[in-house]
RNA sequence: GUCCUGUUCGUCUAGAGGCCUAGGACACCAGCCUUUCACGUUGGUAACACGGGUUCGAAUCCCGUACGGGACGCCA
């Protein structure tokens, strides 16, 4: 059975990267009737924090991708680190290194002004331990090959090659006895039997690293997949200064976990024309043989229209909920029994025009605006002497429609016909009136939506 | 610096030697629709990084150049 991970670590925010990485994990195996499994990688204690970690599971919960199993945490499998570690020790493929972080430093400090790759040296490699200097806790060493090569066959890469002497031996535990992220990634895929491998290609030199470890035990390499980085909308590395680097802040910002999905999803891989995805068809679509090798830029703009398409097929109590939920945040509106049956009789022809459930709830605002309501300067503009008297003129026969759809819709284009205008000088200020802007959906609908009672009283503000 | 790796419209991509006078999507421009705004729809601008090969034929294969990206921690 095929099983993949998503292994984040937990001493920042789950990116976009790090969900696009979840997402890929998520469809394979699923496209492969395999299981999808999350690890905690907390083995550095300083920087990780509970709040990541949280960060992390909310934002996966939120995007569909939370794992099948409970989340394993890396932290919790210390004594299994070490274990592997000195049996590697024991069988002399692993050796101590009495080497001061300040010593190692200048080594790489030297090497470096002299031209030459920053490398361990060696020199703990071949010593015997009786030369050992008192005093000082060493760290474990692998003993890597020196000659030779290593090869990883990549599923997206390609059969990738390093020589041996490009490597040094690797520190697989620290002086306190901790794992180092390298040695505790292979014993806990290992000890999980995870069989593929799904991850950034900024692991992908890791992976050589991880290979001699994987050979020095005996132990059979899962399948590697190393997927290209996404980058900013400048091109750069995804940092904190391109600003929505939480998925959650995408949340904020009104969008919608099936949009994010499909357009995530369209990053890095495709199928033909294929463009929108929802999440049935993209298990059914996704392998890894789609997935290209060049790094790919964030484009706000057509996640912006994905959410529109999603926005308009979703479903309207939900939206109404959402809505609810930003309007809430705002003093001047009232969110009564009333405003909420307003939104909800008005969410069809709302959403067909928003792209974000911000924009969504701005848009929806003025339904739950108090009388008399402030008019914004296209608005008022509209609302010439003319027109207001056009407004009186045409308040009793609104007042005498029943405020359905159609009928305030028949009582709208007699009264244009008859008096000789057409549908779009009525409806203008008309709208003014009731929204205080010059959009909204149907003039029909929105009539509808407010109600007799508030239509009416809003029309007579505004037509005297 | 060393190693790994990438390069098709502004962006995401289709393309696995002839189907390519390079297709789709977003964005942009123009028209249509219209009760505003959206939606929809019609059309348009726009790309095979460059140079050498291989081949009857190359966006597709090979080599080089240029420009990117990633990795070189007792971080993950």
């Avoid at 003025?366 to 008399?372: D, K, N, V």
Wanted: proline share 5%; hydrophobic share 40%.
């Amino acid at each position: 059975m095929i099983r993949t991970r998503f292994a984040p670590s937990p001493t920042g925010l789950l990116h976009i990267g790090g969900a696009r990485t979840a997402l890929f994990n998520y469809l394979f195996a699923r496209h492969h009737g395999g299981e999808y499994l999350l690890r905690i990688e907390d083995t550095d204690r300083e920087r990780s924090t509970a709040e990541a970690t949280r960060v992390i599971l909310e934002g996966l919960a939120w995007l569909g991708l939370s794992p099948d199993q409970p989340p394993v945490y890396q932290s919790t499998r210390e004594a299994r680190h070490v274990e592997v570690a000195d049996q590697l020790l024991a069988k002399g493929l692993a050796y101590h290194c009495y080497c001061s972080a300040e010593e190692l430093k200048d080594m790489r400090e030297q090497a470096t002004r002299e031209g030459r790759p920053p490398r361990y040296d060696g020199r703990w490699r071949d010593r015997d331990p009786s030369e050992a200097p008192p005093g000082i806790a060493p760290t474990i060493r692998l003993k890597a090959p020196r000659e030779g090569e290593t090869l990883v066959d990549d599923m997206v890469q390609g059969i990738v090659r390093v020589g041996n002497a490009e490597m040094d031996d690797m520190i697989i535990l620290r002086a306190n006895r901790t794992p180092t992220y390298l040695h505790a990634v292979v014993v806990d895929d290992h000890d999980m039997e995870i069989t593929h491998v799904i991850r950034g290609d900024d692991h992908l030199t890791n992976t050589f690293r991880q290979k001699q470890i994987y050979d020095a035990l005996g132990w059979q390499t899962p399948h590697f997949g190393h997927i290209p980085l996404i980058h900013g909308a400048d091109g750069a590395k995804l940092s904190k200064r391109h600003g929505a680097v939480s998925v959650l802040e995408f949340r904020n910002q009104g969008f919608l976990p099936e949009a994010l999905c499909n357009y995530l999803l369209r990053l890095g891989w495709g199928h033909g024309d294929a463009e929108i995805i929802d999440r049935a068809e993209a298990i059914k679509l996704f392998d890894i043989d789609g997935v290209g090798r060049a790094a790919s830029r964030m484009d706000y703009a057509k996640l912006t229209h994905l959410n529109g398409v999603y926005l308009r097929a979703a479903d309207n109590d939900r939206l109404s909920d959402e809505v609810l939920a930003h309007l809430a945040t705002r003093p001047e509106l009232v969110i009564s029994d009333e405003t909420k049956h307003r939104i909800a009789t008005l969410m069809p022809g709302l959403k067909e025009r928003a792209k974000s459930v911000v924009e969504l709830a701005n848009s929806a605002a003025f339904l739950a605006l108090p009388s008399p309501i402030a008019l914004d300067d296209k608005a008022r503009a509209l609302l010439t002497g003319e027109a207001k008297a056009m407004l009186r003129e045409l308040a009793p026969q609104l007042a005498a429609s029943d405020f359905t759809i159609a009928g305030v819709d028949a009582v709208l284009r007699d009264f244009a016909e008859s008096t000789g205008r057409k549908l779009g000088q009525v409806a203008q200020p008309l709208r003014a009136a009731l929204t205080g802007t010059t959009t909204s959906p149907g003039i029909d609908a929105t009539l509808a939506a407010l109600g007799r009672d508030e239509a009416l009283r809003r029309i007579e503000n505004a037509a005297t």
